[in-house]
């Protein structure tokens, strides 16, 4: 009692107030500044370096960009823009150089007349950079000199130093992430890679190119598409079937705004639409969207109607629009109103009535000058429009046969006793002999178990009515309790760990694909709570006399296996291999799998939902071809496929 008193009569008064200077709050509180200290935020701090080139680029100045990984993962960003400005300041009497790396809050994006769109909102780019690496070099290219500065975690080292003469212009900041502010300092090839082709496919004619010098690693790509947001649509259906051969593409202006959209219509049933504002993703959409799907859904209904596709009073609904509908928007403005420091979300309104505009006005002329693709499209609506009746019937019929709305639960599954969601999790199992020994392994307390048998629907090639009849998916359904679709609701949730326990074979794999794609396609919040995992079990089951081991890997079955011998070299290690869950008892796979304090656990990340899409509709959709190929690629890389 005496510790509680003594804490709350303890002053409280301005010596406990602490202020701090320069960059100290940027070390202090990284996640603020760049989302999170892990990879994410590593891969972060180069978008930051390259989106001030590309606000070069934007401002008509800069025409290539250069991403280098060094050895020991040092970062070097190279563009041939104007090179930022090395006289003094006059606000700070401070060189401008050493203000947009010393100083957050400072660029040129607040009005000063830099830049009249910026993808930069806040102005912290450079300057948090800067304090989050062990050291950082910057070398500018202006006026026939070449200027350095160098700085650590923040700090000058070394202020504005002409080394050399050049005929170019331009910016190179090269620095090396500090291992003290994150999680970890690897960067991955694929990840800065697939970003900037991102920004090349935004940027149309601007050169960029990402070079890796690491050993072993070495690889360079050249990326230059003159024909911008066409050519990434026509990228993102590389692996579909087109309905029509023409990417539809639409601009228009106002004031000092802009918007781009360009579609194509594929025979699938999912639709892909990426946002853009000022070249940064908005993942959680905006304004900018809102106005596109309203255009879009007023132009399919007029041309319905006055093309007699549409009877009466018949309408297609939004969503039946944007079945199979490949989409890029991308808008750019001068003061850009984002949800938040990650920016996911566009909260301008006048860029509604922009891209309202715009489609509403365009397509509408493509449509009267190419009437066989505004039918083929139409139709793909009104097709849509039937399945989703279909589906309400669906769903109807088997509420009633199964009693959905009562809370009935599918005999197949063992609930749990614990009701807090967050506090159960439900493990998907294959097959009846391995679902029994989970069964009677698992504690009843938080863990369910839904036993899955025979080959699942592959949802890729099956609109919603025909899940919702589907005998293996439907008991899934009604157990997570969530529903499907335009129907989910993350609120009704009734496990948050939802784990898929497949055997360790090429059988588990496709089942664990199956069931992925049909959360990625029906359920993708799962995906993006971080509520889907992948259960890892093992492989190998090593005896030593009374003692037992398992290993997950070839390599630690090794390990154990020396490990198991350290004290007699001749010593008979007896190793087995797990044919399947099936074959392990209830305390085997409680203990190696089941047991929270013990089990490895692989979460399912949405890190690039485009990377996934591709993936997904190569590995389950029409096309044999590029499946065929992707398989031969990647053969060599374990079958566990993280999303």
Not at 91 to 113: D, Y
Not at 325 to 334: C, F, G, N, Y
Not at 520 to 526: D, E, H, N, T, V
Request: charged share 25%; proline share 3%.
């Amino acid at each position: 009692m005496s510790d509680i008193s003594e804490k709350i009569t303890q002053e409280y008064d301005a010596s406990q107030i602490q202020v701090l200077e320069g960059l100290e709050a940027v070390r202090m509180r990284p996640g603020m500044y760049i989302g999170s200290t892990s990879a994410s935020g590593l891969h972060h701090l180069v978008y930051e370096i390259v989106d001030n080139s590309i606000d070069e680029a934007l401002a008509g100045y800069c025409t290539e960009i250069t991403v280098t990984i060094d050895e020991g993962d040092v970062i070097s960003v190279t563009d041939n823009g104007r090179g930022i400005p090395v006289d003094i300041q006059a606000q700070t009497g401070k060189s401008a150089l050493e203000v947009v790396f010393t100083v957050l809050h400072a660029g040129g994006k607040f009005g000063g007349g830099g830049y009249k769109v910026s993808g930069g909102l806040h102005g912290v780019g450079a300057s948090v950079v800067n304090a989050l690496s062990e050291w950082l070099v910057v070398h500018v290219h202006k006026d026939g000199k070449i200027h350095e500065m160098k700085f650590s975690r923040g700090d000058i080292t070394q202020g504005i130093t002409v080394i050399g003469e050049t005929e170019r212009t331009g910016t190179t900041v090269t620095f090396k992430p500090d291992p003290l502010m994150f999680d970890e300092t690897v960067y991955n090839y694929d990840t800065l890679f697939t970003r900037m082709r991102e920004q090349a496919f935004l940027n149309a004619g601007l050169k960029i190119s990402t070079i890796d010098k690491r050993p072993g690693k070495e690889c360079v790509h050249e990326m230059c598409y003159e024909g911008g947001i066409r050519e990434f649509v026509s990228f993102l259906n590389k692996n579909k079937i087109p309905l029509h051969e023409e990417v539809i593409y639409m601009k228009g202006e106002k004031t000092d705004s802009e918007a781009e959209i360009a579609l194509q219509y594929n025979d699938g049933y999912n639709s892909t639409i990426v946002s853009f504002a000022n070249n940064i993703h908005t993942p959680e959409g905006g304004m900018h969207e809102t106005g596109f799907k309203m255009a879009l859904t007023r132009v399919l209904n007029a041309y319905g109607t006055k093309s007699g596709a549409l009877k009466g009073e018949d309408k297609v609904t939004g969503d039946d629009c944007l079945e199979g509908i490949t989409a890029i928007i991308s808008v750019k403005l001068t003061e850009p109103q984002f949800e938040g420091q990650t920016k996911a979300k566009l909260g301008n309104s006048e860029m509604r009535t922009l891209v309202n505009n715009v489609v509403s006005d365009k397509l509408e002329q493509f449509f009267e000058e190419n009437p066989n693709v505004a039918k083929t499209i139409i139709e793909k609506a009104i097709m849509a429009s039937k399945a989703r009746e279909a589906a309400r019937k669906a769903r109807e019929s088997v509420r009633r046969k199964t009693g959905l709305e009562s809370g009935q639960m599918p005999d197949k599954l063992q609930d749990c006793n614990e009701r807090d969601p967050s506090l159960c999790e439900i493990y998907i199992v294959e097959g009846d002999s391995a679902a029994g020994s989970a069964i009677q392994g698992r504690d009843s307390r938080f863990q369910a178990i839904l036993a899955m048998w025979g080959k699942m629907l592959n949802v890729e090639k099956a609109r919603a009515d025909k899940i919702y009849g589907n005998d293996k998916l439907y008991p899934l359904i009604v157990a997570l309790g969530a529903g499907i679709g335009e129907e989910f609701n993350i609120e009704k949730l009734r496990y948050h760990k939802i784990i898929i326990m497949a055997d360790a074979d090429v059988d588990g794999s496709h089942i664990r694909t199956l069931l992925l794609t049909f959360f990625f396609r029906y359920m993708r919040p799962l995906i993006e709570h971080g509520y889907v995992y992948s259960a890892v079990p093992p492989l190998y089951k090593l005896k030593r006399g009374k003692q037992q081991r398992v290993a997950y890997s070839d390599a630690e079955r090794d390990a154990i296996s020396a490990e198991m011998r350290e004290d007699n070299a001749n010593a008979k290690i007896e190793i087995s291999r797990f044919k399947g869950l099936g074959e392990m008892n209830p305390d085997e796979l409680w203990e190696t799998t089941m047991d929270p304090e013990r089990r490895t656990l692989r979460r399912i990340t949405l890190d690039d939902a485009l990377k996934a899409d591709e993936i997904f509709t190569i590995l389950m959709g029409e096309e044999v071809e590029p499946r065929r190929a992707w398989i031969e690629e990647n053969a060599k890389y374990v079958v566990n496929l993280d999303i």
